[in-house]
């Protein structure tokens, strides 16, 4: 089972920006797509980034296109999500995920992924 770990969360202001970092351990990570999603408190979760296993194509919901981007390293085992002009509605706990099956698509709901991390909170004051 492969372990994933978060960090990077914090408090900023908004109109900032934040960096998260998942460290995923094995040697399997560059077969797999991952994503990012994130939850509110009393909201479902929710999907904001998703890049396939090479790295090639990368999915966003329109909510957060423009602002995050979201990159992997296949040699450090780590995929990034990049959040710029953060809003007060961003503010949340956000996961890393690993999807189901290997060389998949990036699918835009929980179903698609199997693996999670624990969770780094981002909270954006206005």
């Known amino acids: 089972q492969v372990q994933l770990v978060e960090s990077g969360g914090g408090l900023v202001q908004a109109g900032g920006s934040l960096r998260l970092s998942c460290a995923a351990s094995?040697?399997?990570?560059?077969?797999?797509?991952m994503g990012w999603f994130r939850q509110a408190p009393g909201k479902e979760r929710e999907f904001v980034a998703g890049?396939?296993?090479?790295?090639?194509?990368?999915y966003y919901p329109d909510s957060v296109k423009g602002r995050f981007a979201i990159s992997r390293d296949n040699a450090k085992n780590t995929v990034y999500l990049q959040m710029s002009s953060l809003k007060p509605e961003d503010t949340a706990v956000y996961y890393c995920?690993?999807?189901?099956?290997?060389?998949?698509?990036?699918?835009?709901?929980?179903?698609?992924?199997?693996?999670w991390g624990q969770g780094t909170q981002v909270t954006v004051s206005s």
């Open positions: 890049i396939t296993w090479s790295g090639g194509n990368t």
């Open positions: 995920a690993r999807s189901r099956i290997p060389y998949g698509t990036v699918g835009d709901s929980t179903i698609h992924f199997d693996s």
């Open positions: 094995g040697r399997t990570f560059n077969l797999y797509a």
